[in-house]
């Protein structure tokens, strides 16, 4: 009896709760924001700030075209708006700005000015700038090739906490052709915290293995791309399978790597 009691308390106390939501009239009382108002607000908000010269909203308003983020997807106002604001110094834009040119995404493709605004936002101390700076003088992309260089910035990038500018930096001291900037030792630390990280990454098993050989610990090279390619053998291409039996290889004949 007291069970069916309580059950009635609650049927009636729900009961109260939900009836005045259920005759609310329409138009009264709880509503939804309309997004959509929201979002033009907000665009309005960003293009007068923008208009009036502020650089972060310049940024902000390339990243809503670039993204369709309250208006459609504009690669080409994206481009201006980023220029606009980088030309005044805004380390995101300058970043954003070389990725245009990277990609020829609102402009035509262009190495050398992606370089050069990548540049101008490591400069002023962008983490990712400064890898990417540190990557084209690497490869030699919009840029002479300089090992020197790649290092510097490699390092910059990585104390900021980029992994990618950590391993590229390890498989550098580890193969780098100039054996002035090698440095096997801090490669092998640099791959260890990485590779705590990751410890089943082939990326940077790959380059542990470059490490190890470099300071002559040739066995263990040889066990790291046992371990890499048994592994991944399935995952990763026919060229790359070959890539990493050659480096496999040249350890076993007490051979470091060196990049070409």
């Known amino acids: 009896m007291l069970e069916c009691r309580g059950r009635r308390f609650i049927a009636a106390l729900l009961f109260l709760i939900c009836v005045p939501v259920l005759f609310i009239e329409p138009g009264q009382g709880l509503s939804m924001p309309d997004s959509g108002e929201n979002d033009a607000e907000r665009v309005k908000a960003v293009e007068a700030r923008a208009e009036k010269g502020d650089p972060s909203a310049q940024f902000r308003l390339g990243e809503m075209y670039e993204y369709g983020e309250g208006v459609p997807e504009n690669a080409s106002l994206a481009f201006q708006w980023y220029s606009v604001s980088a030309e005044q110094g805004y380390a995101e834009a300058q970043y954003a700005l070389g990725a245009c040119y990277e990609l020829g995404e609102g402009t035509d493709k262009n190495e050398t000015l992606a370089f050069q605004w990548y540049g101008k936002a490591a400069e002023l101390g962008h983490a990712q700038a400064q890898f ?59 791959m260890v915290d990485l590779t705590w990280t990751d410890p089943d990454s082939p990326a940077y098993l790959d380059t542990l293995a470059e490490a190890h050989a470099e300071t002559g610990r040739f066995d263990e090279a040889v066990y790291v791309m046992d371990r890499l390619i048994e592994d991944h053998c399935r995952c990763m291409t026919e060229a790359k399978r070959k890539e990493y039996e050659r480096k496999r290889g040249s350890y076993r004949e007490s051979k470091p790597w060196r990049k070409d």
């Open 132 to 190: 990417e700076v540190g990557s084209r003088y690497y490869a030699g992309e919009g840029v002479r090739k300089d090992y020197a260089e790649a290092l510097k910035w490699f390092e910059r990038a990585s104390s900021k906490g980029v992994r990618r500018a950590a391993h590229r930096m390890a498989s550098l001291l580890a193969t780098c052709p100039d054996g002035q900037l090698r440095d096997g030792k801090r490669a092998v630390a640099i």
